[in-house]
């Protein structure tokens, strides 16, 4: 998932793609990719305006969501929506 390593000094650099770095914005924001991941998502960003501008709008997305409230769906609504979710995520043998 991880993009090549490169060399710098003599000591292997991990590199962060910008899709790579989409793909682990949400575990970047929550603190939990290993800290060579992290280091190199944080030399992505330093090189990447797109990239920060979009690590923004999931920050900005991330507050907003924080703001409603919790129980937003009626028992009934919320166990309708599971199960389709659950209908539309099963591998061809019907396992998820």
């Known amino acids: 998932m991880t993009g090549p390593e490169a060399s710098v000094g003599g000591d292997p650099v ?10 682990l914005v949400t575990e970047h ?15 992505h960003l330093e090189l990447c305006e797109p ?17 409603l409230p919790r129980e937003t769906l009626s028992p009934a609504v919320r166990n309708q929506l599971l199960d389709v979710y659950a209908r539309l995520h099963r591998g061809p043998s019907g396992a998820p």
């Open 14 to 23: 991990l590199v962060v793609a910008c899709k790579e770095f989409v793909e």
């Open 29 to 43: 924001l929550d603190g939990t990719l290993p800290t060579r991941l992290d280091q190199a998502i944080a030399a």
């Open 51 to 67: 990239c920060v501008h979009y690590l923004e709008q999931m920050r900005g997305t991330v507050s907003l969501l924080g703001t």
